[in-house]
């Protein structure tokens, strides 16, 4: 958002709501040097705002470190306030432009991954063509958190979250799968049973998957014992580390992709799920894009089926 220099229409007081974007797009981006280029000020400028602000309410807001700034405890609490602010400022606008655009405009996605992701994506896309999405990955922890700090408006993690601060709806239960390089011995076996994975070497993600989570408490229900051969930061690195023979892997059946190198295995008595759930902070289920998003989920949600 671009904002107006001018004294007139932006007051350059230490109390003026002017020093609080100063402070807030500090905040944000980390430095002073980045700061003052989206605001349009030079750097000194900006400094000495930050200056008077810190002095006119006799606070500590940043801690400097060379050229990087570190908000200090109060700064963090301050720009949780700032962050509602200017995102609603934000919003507002963005609504106003979108009667004048007919739905234009650019809305983030963050999710584990592109399987539960794409179909909605095409879906919106339909529906509103002239918008930008950008989609970005993580693990489901990371998702919640940029989430809750403005920096994506929906996402997409694999179990449900119990936060007043945000909206939570199940989207769909995905049953894990077992899946093994072509060469492996098992893959000979027409079914198998987890007692048949005892101390098969698997390639998991990291601790706090919620697929490895899942998977591991099956094993210990069942009383078997695996052994852990590679760690991977995604999903398509366990799937890669798979097909090089670097033992068994877990993945929710969207995930799972059919492969020459690899052999959905069918272990019968394997019954453990994820659930894919859409968040977006509750504050901002009205934001024009976010509710049309939301409104095609609900279009496109499975009911749970029975297990």
């Known amino acids: 958002m671009s904002i107006s220099t001018d004294s007139a229409v932006a007051p350059t007081g230490p109390g003026s709501l002017w020093s609080l974007k100063v402070f807030d797009a500090t905040a944000r981006l980390g430095t002073l040097s980045a700061a003052a280029r989206e605001l349009g000020l030079r750097q000194p400028t900006l400094s000495s705002h930050l200056a008077k602000l810190e002095r006119h309410y006799g606070v500590e807001l940043f801690y400097r470190r060379g050229r990087r700034l570190e908000l200090t405890a109060f700064g963090n609490t301050l720009r949780e306030s700032t962050h509602r602010m200017f995102r609603a400022e934000s919003d507002a606008l963005s609504m106003l432009a979108a009667v004048r655009s007919q739905y234009s405009g650019r809305l983030t996605v963050c999710a584990v991954g592109p399987y539960n992701i794409t179909p909605i994506v095409r879906r919106?896309?339909?529906?509103?063509?002239?918008v930008s999405i950008v989609v970005s990955v993580g693990d489901s922890k990371q998702i919640i958190e940029r989430v809750l700090d403005f920096q994506c408006d929906i996402g997409v993690p694999v179990h449900g979250i119990r936060d007043p601060r945000l909206h939570c709806a199940p989207y769909r239960k995905q049953r894990l799968v077992v899946f093994a390089p072509a060469t492996h011995p098992l893959t000979k076996r027409s079914s198998l049973t987890l007692r048949d994975l005892k101390g098969e070497e698997f390639v998991l993600r990291e601790e706090g998957s919620t697929t490895r989570r899942e998977f591991e408490q099956a094993l210990r229900e069942a009383g078997v014992q695996t052994r852990l051969s590679v760690e991977m930061g995604s999903r398509e690195a366990v799937r890669e580390?798979?097909?090089q023979g670097l033992g068994l892997g877990v993945v929710a059946d969207a995930a799972y992709v059919p492969d020459a190198r690899l052999v959905r295995l069918n272990v019968t008595d394997f019954?453990?799920?994820?659930?894919?759930?859409?968040?977006?902070?509750?504050?901002?289920?009205?934001?024009?894009?976010?509710?049309?998003?939301?409104a095609v989920v609900n279009e496109m949600r499975e009911a749970p089926s029975k297990s």
Not at 124 to 130: I, W, Y
């Open 124 to 130: 919106f896309r339909a529906l509103r063509p002239n």
């Open 241 to 243: 580390a798979v097909a």
């Open 271 to 294: 019954n453990a799920h994820t659930h894919a759930h859409i968040v977006c902070l509750a504050e901002r289920v009205q934001v024009p894009l976010i509710a049309t998003f939301l």
